[in-house]
């Protein structure tokens, strides 16, 4: 059975609903979201309402592989993994990818009294192939993995190939375990060291907000008591993995934003202990809550300055550009500090034992600042003359604070670079991208702009 959401609210309105929210019409049965409480939710708008459909329904959708050609792949590639194999490499997706990407229910794989062998075993086979593939380069952190996989683990690109295999047929009913398993290819690295990615990415990206859109994920559900709370809590972090992969993939690929906020209700997610149960951050992934509240500034960055309209009305402008920035850079100020409150402690924490993924988030909070300081150097660019003229002294100023921002980025380089333990942690894909942004960057030499600046520059 799958659920997708419908847009015939009105012509199903009139409908006798059972006490369940549910109807049936034809061969699909129907069901309303209703929010648990007034105030929450959707209930000040139509009720969501999605249709259930089973999935025989969908075994005739065209184009599609064969399935037994897909079963065959998966089995072949998991002669070489054994049960304990799997349930190593999924408790090291939960050490080390986990606490900076969420997406996958802790509590249902890993709770007292569940076998998490019978939960491997459910997994569909775009999930669990995408989610070895994710864990494999940590196996040398477990010892059982470390002495009996080594030299015999299925290749990483072997098993990618599966996922999507098995993603193209389930796109015709797709689940949530679809989507995660397109999130977690997308969390995969550059397969080219000359490139950051092909236009396969932008693709998969595509497909991955249709299907966040499709299955309802950019309404708010915190309120919605047809679902138990553990799969309210999944549908939230998702749909904040889904907009901070379209945040940062977009702006790796040069293209625009797939996520529109005005047709989301979804709430920002928060900390454990100050926010509603179902957008409370588990209080070891509070990474992610940092990543998702950058990743809206950073659209918002986006909206401001390189849109195509935004680009034109922006880059002859100084006096506009500076007052958007000026309220930009607040924000981001505001961010950093708020992180610097969460996360230094329990990185400090975490390096004592094992790699830490938080160096990958300053890394972006970094390029988000170079961006707001591109567009005004792109500014000044434009308006040579006036910039010499009326705007002389915002004009340096830019300069300075551009200098400034690239020469924090190279020495917060210069320190990663140090750091062996941040190489083994889990970096977004969109991480080779980030160091290539500060790299041109700081080869763009602003303060050429200004004469004035070269000299002080260099010293």
Same mark, same amino acid.
Not at 10 to 19: K, Q, R, T, Y
Not at 107 to 125: E, M, N
Not at 412 to 420: A, F, N, P, Q
């Given at each position: 059975m799958?659920?997708?959401?419908?847009?015939?609210?009105?012509?199903?309105?009139?409908?006798?609903?059972?006490?369940?929210?549910?109807?049936?019409?034809l061969?699909?049965?129907?069901?309303?979201?209703?929010?648990?409480?007034?105030?929450?939710?959707?209930?000040?708008?139509?009720?969501?309402?999605?249709?259930?459909?089973?999935?025989?329904?969908?075994?005739?959708?065209?184009?599609?592989?064969?399935?037994?050609?897909?079963?065959?792949?998966?089995?072949?590639?998991?002669?070489?993994?054994?049960?304990?194999?799997?349930?190593?490499?999924?408790?090291?997706?939960?050490?080390?990818?986990?606490?900076?990407?969420?997406?996958?229910?802790?509590?249902?794989?890993?709770?007292q009294?569940?076998?998490?062998?019978?939960?491997?075993?459910?997994?569909?086979?775009?999930?669990?192939?995408?989610?070895?593939?994710?864990?494999?380069?940590?196996?040398?952190?477990?010892?059982?993995?470390s002495?009996?996989?080594?030299?015999?683990?299925?290749?990483r690109?072997?098993?990618?190939?599966?996922?999507?295999?098995?993603?193209?047929?389930?796109?015709?009913?797709?689940?949530?375990?679809?989507?995660?398993?397109?999130?977690?290819?997308?969390?995969?690295?550059?397969?080219?060291?000359?490139?950051?990615?092909?236009?396969?990415?932008?693709?998969?990206?595509?497909?991955?907000?249709?299907?966040?859109?499709?299955?309802?994920?950019?309404?708010?559900?915190?309120?919605?008591?047809?679902?138990?709370?553990?799969e309210?809590?999944?549908?939230?972090?998702?749909?904040?993995?889904?907009?901070?992969?379209?945040?940062?993939?977009?702006?790796?690929?040069?293209?625009?934003?797939?996520?529109?906020?005005?047709e989301?209700?979804?709430?920002?997610?928060?900390?454990?202990?100050? @926010?509603? =149960?179902? +957008?409370? !951050?588990?209080?070891? %992934?509070i990474?992610?809550?940092?990543?998702?509240?950058? /990743?809206?500034?950073?659209?918002?960055?986006?909206?401001?300055?390189?849109?195509?309209?935004?680009?034109?009305?922006?880059?002859?402008?100084?006096?506009?550009?500076?007052?958007?920035?000026?309220?930009l850079?607040?924000?981001?100020?505001?961010?950093?500090?708020?992180?610097?409150?969460?996360?230094?402690?329990?990185?400090?924490?975490?390096?004592?034992?094992?790699?830490?993924?938080?160096?990958?988030?300053?890394?972006?909070?970094?390029?988000?600042?170079?961006?707001?300081?591109?567009?005004?150097?792109?500014?000044?660019?434009?308006?040579?003359?006036d910039?010499?003229?009326?705007?002389?002294?915002?004009?340096?100023?830019?300069?300075?604070?551009?200098?400034t921002?690239?020469?924090? @980025?190279? =020495?917060? +380089?210069? !320190?990663?670079?140090? %750091?062996?333990?941040?190489?083994?942690?889990?970096?977004? /894909?969109?991480?080779?991208?980030?160091?290539?942004?500060?790299?041109?960057?700081?080869?763009?030499?602003?303060?050429?702009?200004?004469?004035?600046?070269?000299?002080?520059?260099?010293?």
């Amino acid at each position: 059975m799958s659920a997708r959401i419908t847009g015939d609210v009105d012509a199903l309105s009139d409908l006798s609903w059972n006490e369940q929210n549910e109807c049936t019409l034809l061969h699909a049965t129907y069901r309303r979201m209703l929010p648990s409480r007034q105030g929450v939710g959707d209930d000040k708008t139509m009720p969501v309402t999605f249709a259930l459909v089973k999935n025989s329904f969908s075994e005739t959708g065209e184009p599609r592989i064969n399935e037994s050609d897909v079963k065959q792949s998966f089995e072949k590639i998991s002669e070489a993994l054994s049960d304990q194999h799997k349930e190593h490499l999924v408790k090291l997706f939960f050490e080390y990818v986990y606490p900076y990407f969420p997406i996958i229910s802790k509590t249902w794989f890993l709770a007292q009294g569940v076998d998490i062998s019978s939960r491997i075993r459910s997994l569909p086979i775009s999930l669990a192939s995408a989610l070895f593939a994710t864990s494999l380069p940590f196996m040398l952190h477990d010892d059982h993995l470390s002495t009996t996989l080594i030299h015999s683990a299925p290749s990483r690109s072997s098993l990618y190939r599966v996922a999507w295999q098995a993603i193209q047929n389930e796109l015709h009913a797709p689940t949530l375990s679809t989507l995660q398993a397109c999130l977690l290819m997308l969390q995969r690295g550059p397969t080219n060291r000359n490139i950051t990615a092909t236009p396969f990415k932008t693709s998969l990206l595509g497909w991955t907000v249709s299907l966040a859109n499709c299955l309802g994920l950019n309404h708010d559900c915190s309120g919605w008591q047809n679902l138990p709370l553990w799969e309210r809590r999944v549908r939230t972090r998702l749909w904040w993995g889904v907009v901070s992969a379209d945040t940062w993939i977009s702006l790796e690929t040069s293209t625009p934003s797939l996520v529109s906020a005005a047709e989301s209700s979804v709430r920002p997610i928060g900390v454990a202990g100050t @926010a509603d =149960e179902v +957008l409370a !951050t588990p209080s070891e %992934s509070i990474h992610f809550y940092h990543l998702a509240s950058l /990743s809206i500034l950073c659209q918002d960055i986006h909206a401001t300055f390189f849109t195509v309209r935004a680009q034109a009305s922006t880059a002859h402008d100084l006096s506009q550009s500076l007052e958007l920035a000026r309220g930009l850079r607040s924000r981001l100020a505001n961010w950093k500090q708020s992180y610097a409150v969460d996360c230094p402690l329990q990185a400090q924490q975490v390096r004592e034992s094992k790699p830490s993924g938080d160096a990958a988030l300053t890394l972006t909070y970094i390029v988000a600042n170079v961006l707001i300081f591109r567009a005004l150097v792109r500014t000044i660019h434009f308006n040579v003359a006036d910039s010499a003229d009326g705007h002389q002294d915002a004009a340096k100023a830019i300069i300075a604070g551009a200098l400034t921002c690239c020469r924090d @980025a190279v =020495e917060y +380089l210069e !320190t990663v670079v140090s %750091s062996g333990s941040a190489w083994n942690a889990f970096w977004p /894909s969109w991480s080779q991208s980030n160091f290539a942004i500060i790299w041109f960057s700081a080869g763009d030499k602003p303060y050429a702009w200004e004469p004035g600046m070269a000299d002080g520059a260099k010293r």
